[in-house]
Nanobody, 124 residues
Framework: QVQLVESGGGLVQAGGSLRLSCAASGGTASSYSMGWLRQAPGKEREFVAAISWRGGTTYYADSVKGRFTISRDNAKNTVFLQMNSLKPEDTADYYC?????????????????WGQGTQVTVSS
């Protein structure tokens, strides 16, 4: 069983930056592929970014490519999402998730464990 706790959300102006963190505990957290997903009010949860368990492979939604960077520090069991050039449409609750899967990581249904989420609000 893996427990995930997100932090780093907040209110930022358009064009600004935020760095989200996800602390993992329990199980062998470093052996899981990790993802960030988000859900805006009234919308379905969507994939944002994912990283393989060794950190060598990353995946991004087209909407965030070039602006967001996912990384992980397995020694600290922590995953990060650096978000730059934020836009109002990035406003959402952001969730960290873990999966034993190694493929199709853009599918929200692939994730076995979820954090409680952290809110990101981007003002125009």
């Amino acid at each position: 069983q893996v427990q995930l706790v997100e932090s780093g959300g907040g209110l930022v102006q358009a064009g600004g930056s935020l760095r989200l963190s996800c602390a993992a505990s329990g199980g062998t957290a470093s052996s899981y592929s990790m993802g960030w997903l988000r859900q805006a009010p009234g919308k379905e949860r969507e994939f944002v970014a994912a990283i393989s368990w060794r950190g060598g492979t990353t995946y991004y939604a087209d909407s965030v490519k070039g602006r967001f960077t996912i990384s992980r520090d397995n020694a600290k069991n922590t995953v990060f999402l650096q978000m730059n050039s934020l836009k109002p449409e990035d406003t959402a609750d952001y969730y960290c998730a873990a999966t034993t899967a190694t493929s199709l990581l853009a599918r929200t249904t692939r994730y076995n464990y979820w954090g409680q989420g952290t809110q990101v609000t981007v003002s125009s």
